[in-house]
């Protein structure tokens, strides 16, 4: 199984892309401006859609690729997401006022798109792939995901503020081998990371101390023009788990 990052910024700007992961060539998690570097046949691949929580950054391509890609597969993309997630896209994205809503197009019973919701701890499996949602903290609904390829394990925090409950579920998992977790904010920025529920380098510390496992860290989401002094604080605070950054198109084999 490979997860290729195609954007793992906090912003745009230059060569910055928000967050999409592109599990090998069907799956995709979360749907941010990275997803618009793909081909129109590489988004054609694409069956399932798995979104974190609604915020722009993490959407911002979905309608399009709808659009784009829909009536070009004899299959409906499915879009998972919580129900609290499906209710916003609904309500504020696809109601024909802000962007068609594609799962009635061309029809009721033929749509492009279908709604699947998700739940906390289950397992969503395709084929030998499993995706499940963890509970993670944020402004509004959110979870993360635990990837398990069957011989390995990736999780991957979403957007997220302090969350034991997260890092519960992280800790029972054995086979953990990568993990993805955001860091939006720089130290400077920490009471706007506490009021948006993101982390910064020292909350990212005291939760990377809740961890008992010891997986490769990477760190995502950082904000445009911060990422080298956010990486610096990273690098001062956070000892013994030697985090690095993310890379827009790094791949992992799992």
């Known amino acids: 199984m490979k997860l290729r990052v195609l954007g793992c910024s906090g912003g ?8 999409s ?23 054609s691949l694409i069956d399932h859609i798995f979104i ?9 391509c979905l ?20 129900a609290e997630t499906l209710a916003i896209l609904q309500q504020h994205i696809f109601n024909w006022e802000i962007w068609p809503d594609f799962a009635e197009i061309p029809n009721l019973y033929q749509p492009v798109m279908r709604y699947e919701e998700i739940k ?5 499996e395709l084929g030998r792939r499993k995706l499940t949602p963890l509970p993670v903290n944020h402004v509004v609904p959110a979870v993360g995901f635990w990837i398990d390829s069957g011989t390995a ?17 992280v800790n029972r998992i054995q086979d ?8 939006a904010f720089s130290d400077a920025d920490k009471a706007l990371a506490i009021l948006s529920k993101h982390l910064c380098p020292s909350l990212l510390f005291e939760e990377l101390c ?23 604080e990273i690098n001062e605070l956070v000892h013994g788990f030697d985090p690095v950054i993310l890379q827009n198109g790094q791949e992992f084999d799992f």
């Open 153 to 169: 394990s990736l999780v991957f925090s979403g957007d997220t503020t302090t969350c034991d409950a997260f890092w519960q579920e």
């Open 210 to 232: 809740k961890l008992q496992l010891h997986p490769e860290i990477f760190i995502t989401h950082l904000k445009p023009g911060e990422a080298e002094v956010t990486m610096k």
């Open 176 to 183: 953990l081998r990568y993990l993805i977790v955001e860091t």
């Open 52 to 60: 974190t929580h609604s915020h722009l950054d993490h959407i911002a």
């Open 21 to 43: 992961l592109l599990l090998d060539h069907d799956v995709l998690i979360d749907a941010g401006t990275g997803l618009g570097d793909l081909s129109l046949a590489e988004m």
């Open 12 to 19: 745009i700007g230059g060569n910055c892309r928000t967050t």
């Open 120 to 124: 906390l701890g289950e397992t969503v």
């Open 63 to 82: 309608p399009l690729l709808v659009d784009s890609v829909g009536l070009m597969r004899d299959k409906p993309l499915l879009i998972h997401a919580t």
